[in-house]
């Protein structure tokens, strides 16, 4: 079992930046992937930025090129550093361990392994 504990998040205008942090408990294989999924309200829950711990990452087609993961493995953390937010961006924001990531070519979307764990969210809100 992993416990995550988040920070950051928050409200912003358009155009702004945030930043979210994720610890992990321990490293074990359980938490061999981390990152971020996110979840508007009416709307499905949807993988956001993944990291390994080798350092591959993988992001949403959305978030390319104003979102950056990064992940300090001493530290059991990762960083989500979200720039030029926009308004669909609004959700809650939930740390992800897993034993596995990637991102699907063929749903166009992240996918996690085996075995997932969830931190509690944290609200993001982007006002235009």
């Known amino acids: 079992q992993v416990q995550l504990v988040e920070s950051g998040g928050g409200s912003v205008q358009a155009g702004g930046s945030l930043n979210l942090s994720c610890t992990a408990s321990?490293?074990?294989?359980?938490?061999?992937?981390m990152g971020w999924f996110r979840q508007a309200p009416g709307k499905e829950r949807e993988g956001v930025a993944m990291t390994e711990r080798d350092g591959s990452s993988f992001y949403a087609d959305s978030v390319k090129g104003r979102f950056t993961i990064s992940q300090d493995n001493a530290k059991n953390t990762v960083h989500l550093q979200m720039n030029s937010l926009e308004p669909e961006d609004t959700a809650v924001y939930y740390c992800?361990?897993?034993?596995?990531?990637?991102?699907?070519?063929?749903?166009?979307?992240?996918?996690?392994?085996?075995?997932?764990?969830w931190g509690q969210g944290t609200q993001v809100t982007v006002s235009s």
């Open positions: 992800v361990a897993s034993t596995g990531c990637g991102y699907s070519m063929t749903t166009r979307a992240l996918r996690t392994g085996s075995a997932t764990y």
């Open positions: 321990a490293a074990t294989y359980s938490n061999r992937c």
